[in-house]
Each structure stands twice: as structure tokens, then as C-alpha cells.
Nanobody, 129 residues
């Protein structure tokens, strides 16, 4: 079965850290675009950070720049989102996604297109003030 499974979401205090994991099974994401996205209650899903395979570029949203880092371990077929200095406004359900496609601005496009590729089920991150 092809799937992405997130883990690592939790309740933390402001200023704390978390590491989210996204484990892929049924496929190898080495030549896929991979990314993290989030959706807060009442808001649209937004892009957080992505890695685009065809040009090895990394995108990081301004709201998390300097605090969040995307990384991957191809041997484990898993990618991660390291989140530091968390703020209450980071509270959301976080989703990982992988897609093998050549699309300019993939990270932003992907946040608005839920079909195609693969999505995880989401993991809740809650940051208390």
C-alpha cells in the first residue's frame, strides 16, 4: 500500500521545539518533490517548506524562516520538519506530501491542489502561550 504517515505532533509551550516525521511506504520518494503544509482552523491550507527534486531547491515560508527546517533521510524513506522557537500561531494540523511532477512554484501550487501525488493524514501541533 502506498502511503505517507506523519508523526511527532504534540502540545508544546511557546518557544519549544518539535520534529515531525513523514514516513513513505510503497514508493521511494528520492525523485519526488516533498513538502510540509499546515491548516489552522478556519483557514486555508498553506505551504510551510518544500524540497523540489528537479533543481534541488528548498522553499521556506517567510512565517517560519529561520525556525523550521526540512530534511530527509533517503535510506529510511522518511522526511522531517524540524520546528524550533514555536509560536502560538504555528498551531495547526500539519500535512506532508510527495508528488513527482515538474511544476513551477510547486510548493504554493501543491497547497491548493489536494488531488494527485500523496498526502499524509495529518498530525496536530498545538502551541500554548
Amino acid at each position: 500500500e502506498v502511503q505517507l504517515v506523519e508523526s511527532g505532533g504534540d502540545l508544546v509551550q511557546a518557544g519549544g521545539s518539535l520534529r515531525l516525521s513523514c514516513a513513505a511506504s510503497g514508493f521511494t520518494f528520492a525523485d519526488y518533490n516533498i513538502g510540509w503544509f499546515r491548516q489552522a482552523p478556519g483557514k486555508a491550507r498553506e505551504e510551510v517548506s518544500c524540497f523540489v527534486s528537479h533543481d534541488d531547491s528548498t522553499y521556506v515560508a517567510d512565517s517560519v524562516k529561520g525556525r523550521f527546517t526540512i530534511s530527509s533521510d533517503n535510506a529510511k524513506n522518511t522526511f522531517y520538519l524540524e520546528m524550533n522557537n514555536l509560536k502560538p500561531e504555528d498551531t495547526a494540523v500539519y500535512y506532508c506530501s510527495a508528488e513527482r511532477i515538474l511544476t513551477p512554484g510547486w510548493c504554493r501550487v501543491r497547497s491548493r491542489r489536494l488531488v494527485g501525488g500523496y498526502w499524509g493524514q495529518g498530525t496536530q501541533v498545538t502551541v500554548s502561550s
